[in-house]
């Protein structure tokens, strides 16, 4: 069930009028009903290990806050996350690791044949996996209270809105919003309709249209026009944004629309001049889980030099794994590592260079740095979205040494359907960015509202792509 979708209004619909007529107990009933009929509907058979993790995580957070006894807490920690990740492993990367196990044995001499499972992947399974952990993770920290209320925890768990793209809600943040009474409130109501159709907007308008551009030339075995994969990148990194923003816009906005306060995932990342810069606007729900789940445990920068880049190197390989079962992505994670630790090589050469006095200087040289790592982000979006190393190595071959603009290739129309498709968001993106507000088009003058409103409908009305496409991060 695809928030694109007629079938998906229809539901949210019914949902949201029995919802505004219940009192706070039948509100969380409703909702968890909802979201299993919202995650079954892709497999119902998935459910099964929702409620096992669901059922998991209740059981030891219990135990972890009630036991005196630290290596009792620590027991029932390990069983939770040995739970969760042996779920998420089984069903993500075991045949990816038999593969490359079988790979490598042969690349020895011993001819080894696995047998492999072929599962499908559970839709939304990192999500939701992740969401969870950090329930019984802040617990035997101290920083949250076990709930006894088992259907409370199990909607915090399923919630439909973010439950299979995100954000990756922190148990601290969204379970008391499930467990305390909401109050719906009108601003909040105008706020969720802007989000959801901008979210909309995004997904069906942006990066549908822009998918069209984009996947003829990953789909292509080869060989490649250097120009053509360059705007391919182009595309798919506001492709890529527009798919997942989307989302997390729309579930914001269903949010909002009962009551929740969903975290916001996206930062205007391509304003980003750096790569820490990036990770604090771009998939913040991940990103900042990781850091506070991964690398701070790890020792985080407090051990030293060596060991803070063996830590950022080893979070964001796992970060890049955790998008999926293949060398693409464990090369991606490694590839934001290293951005990580040479951005904090250069610090001292960095802090050297004087900020420029001049306004208009210093806005030039801004401009400057935000494309020069917009770049470098392209880069990763290249072994992010190729399907294997070999077409990474084609395909940058045709970016440097066999980089060469040929004629009839239609070039021009490729780039002007780009700007065409990135214009409008572009420009809210520009003064979201000046105003240092998400909102500014809802506070902006009754005219002004109106025009971008016009403007959006007839994009989407007109060019909007019908047939309800999946979310790209669905796969993860």
């Given amino acids: 069930m695809l928030f694109n979708s007629l079938q998906f209004f229809v539901f949210f619909i019914i949902v949201y009028g029995l919802y505004l007529v219940m009192n706070h107990k039948w509100q969380n009933r409703l909702l968890l009903v909802a979201s299993y009929i919202f995650y079954g509907a ?74 492999f499972l072929h599962i499908i992947l559970p839709v939304g399974i990192s999500f939701y996996t992740f969401q969870t952990m950090s329930y019984t993770l802040d617990i035997y920290r101290g ?76 789909s292509s075995p080869g060989p490649y026009n250097g120009p053509q994969v360059l705007l391919a990148l182009y595309a798919f990194a506001f492709q890529i944004f527009g798919d997942f923003a989307g989302y997390s816009n729309i579930a914001r906005g269903l949010g909002r629309l009962m009551g929740f306060d969903i975290m916001v995932n996206f930062n205007l990342p391509y304003f980003a001049t750096n790569p820490s810069d990036f990770w604090s606007r771009w998939h913040i729900s991940l990103s900042s889980w990781l850091r506070d789940y991964l690398y701070i445990p790890l020792g985080g920068n407090r051990r030293g030099t060596f060991m803070t880049y ?104 490729t780039l002007g359907m780009i700007l065409f498709i990135i214009g409008v968001m572009g420009v809210i993106q520009v003064f979201q960015f000046v105003k240092k507000d998400f909102l500014c088009v809802l506070k902006a003058p009754a005219l002004v509202r109106a025009g971008v409103y016009i403007v959006i409908f007839y994009l989407l009305a007109i060019y909007g792509v019908t047939g309800s496409h999946e979310f790209i991060y669905f796969q993860f």
């Fill in 143 to 218: 920083q949250l209270k076990a709930t006894r209320k088992f259907l409370d925890f199990a909607t915090f768990v399923a919630f439909f809105p973010q439950l299979v793209a995100g954000p990756i809600e922190r148990a601290s943040h969204l379970l008391p919003q499930v467990l305390n009474k909401r109050k719906l409130r009108l601003d909040w109501i105008w706020e969720g309709c802007y989000l959801i159709f901008w979210g909309l907007f995004l997904k069906v308008f942006v990066a549908d249209n822009l998918a069209k551009l984009v996947d003829p030339v990953f």
């Fill in 310 to 413: 063996r830590n950022l190197a080893l979070t964001m390989l796992l970060g890049g794994l955790w998008h999926g079962a293949a060398w693409t992505f464990v090369v991606w994670g490694a590839y934001q590592g290293l951005l990580l630790i040479g951005h904090r090589l250069m610090q001292p050469l960095l802090r050297k260079i004087p900020a420029p006095k001049n306004v208009i200087v210093r806005r030039v040289w801004f401009i400057v740095r935000v494309v020069f790592f917009f770049h470098l982000v392209c880069v990763g979006w290249l072994l992010f979205r190729a399907q294997s190393m070999r077409q990474v190595g084609q395909m940058l071959y045709s970016l440097t040494a066999g980089f060469k603009v040929l004629p009839e290739t239609g070039l021009k129309t």
């Fill in 42 to 115: 892709w497999d119902w058979r998935f459910l099964s290990l929702i409620w096992v993790s669901t059922l998991l995580d209740y059981v030891c957070g219990l135990k972890i806050q009630n036991s005196e006894n630290l290596k009792i807490k620590r027991i029932f920690l390990g069983l939770s996350i040995a739970g969760n990740l042996g779920i998420l492993g089984f069903f993500k990367y075991f045949d990816f690791f038999a593969q490359s196990l079988q790979d490598t044995l042969g690349f020895f001499g011993m001819d080894v044949s696995f047998r």
